[in-house]
């Protein structure tokens, strides 16, 4: 069975910066592509950031720039870090993964304040 969990959501102040963090188990996120995914509130549910098995990265141009997505194989965890974060990053931010994009965590609560 499948489970990804993310942490990390939490209130902070434009310009700040949070790391989420995905842990997968079921799934080894070395063999698999991952990505991170938003939903402000009130709008459609958007891909922010991919990395592929290899370590390939891709990003939405809302956050290039700002954010990174990297892996660590041993803990089988992927993570977002987020910088100079704005207004308009805030949403719920899902995690998934797997090579037709099943798997999706709960998500995580991100709120900037401006």
């Known amino acids: 069975q499948v489970q990804l969990v993310e942490s990390g959501g939490d209130f902070v102040q434009a310009g700040g910066s949070l790391r989420l963090s995905c842990a997968a188990s079921?799934?080894?996120?070395?063999?698999?592509?991952a990505r991170w995914y938003r939903e402000p509130p009130g709008k459609q549910r958007e891909e922010v950031a991919s990395?592929?098995?290899?370590?390939?990265?891709n990003y939405a141009d809302s956050v290039k720039g700002r954010f990174t997505i990297s892996r660590d194989n041993a803990k089988n965890t992927i993570y977002l870090q987020m910088n100079s974060l704005k207004a308009e990053d805030t949403a719920v931010y899902y995690c998934?993964?797997?090579?037709?994009?099943?798997?999706w965590g709960q998500g995580t609560q991100v709120t900037v304040s401006s």
């Open positions: 998934n993964a797997g090579w037709a994009a099943t798997y």
């Open positions: 079921g799934i080894s996120f070395s063999l698999n592509p």
């Open positions: 990395v592929t098995s290899t370590g390939r990265t």
